[in-house]
């Protein structure tokens, strides 16, 4: 008997635990541009899955090796691009969201310190609940190619 009350207390709790960034959201293939030391902006990549039941919502990061990053999503208008910032990212249950060259992006603004290709950088993203999410991100050439010798396997957080 005492064995099935431990068994409905656990199962219990974790059907009351609530469902967080934390552990339902996957980031894989997090990357920088690679950038000239003079530059004051740099771009981040990566593609974030949400293999949890509810919906979550990214509203910033912080990285340490830059003095601010904010969300921007590239549009097209009037055949001109145009950056602009984003307040937050929904990610609806099972939804899967690329930041890339040409769509979202994070815009690293002042770094810190020179990077170049190679170099891991830590990023926290954060989430509406309130988790943040460490994320390694790797500075890579313009093309966005890993380096050699990289093997292509993907971190889950």
């Known amino acids: 008997m005492k064995k099935w009350s431990a068994l409905f207390l656990v199962g219990a709790t974790l059907l ?27 771009a ?29 999503e590239t549009v097209q208008h009037d055949g001109q691009s145009h950056m602009l910032p984003k307040a937050s990212i929904p990610l609806p249950p099972g939804a899967k969201v690329s930041f890339t060259p040409t769509g979202l992006h994070l815009m690293l603004i002042n ?17 509406a609940d309130g ?9 890579r050439a313009a093309t966005g190619e890993k380096s050699k010798g990289e093997a292509g396997g993907h971190s889950h957080h």
């Not at 009351?16 to 740099?42: C, F, G, K």
């Not at 899955?49 to 912080?62: C, D, P, R, W, Y």
């Not at 810190?112 to 989430?127: E, W």
């Open 111 to 127: 770094p810190q310190t020179t990077l170049k290709p190679m170099d891991k950088v830590a990023i926290t993203l954060k989430f």
């Open 16 to 42: 009351a635990t609530p469902a967080t960034a934390e552990n339902s959201i996957h980031v894989t293939d997090a990357w920088i541009r690679a950038a000239p030391p003079v530059a004051q902006m740099q």
């Open 44 to 72: 981040g990549y990566l593609t974030i899955q949400n293999h949890g039941k509810s919906e979550q919502s990214l509203i910033g990061a912080t990285c340490a090796s830059f003095a601010k990053v904010e969300i921007h």
């Open 131 to 139: 988790t943040e999410l460490p994320v390694t991100a790797e500075v």
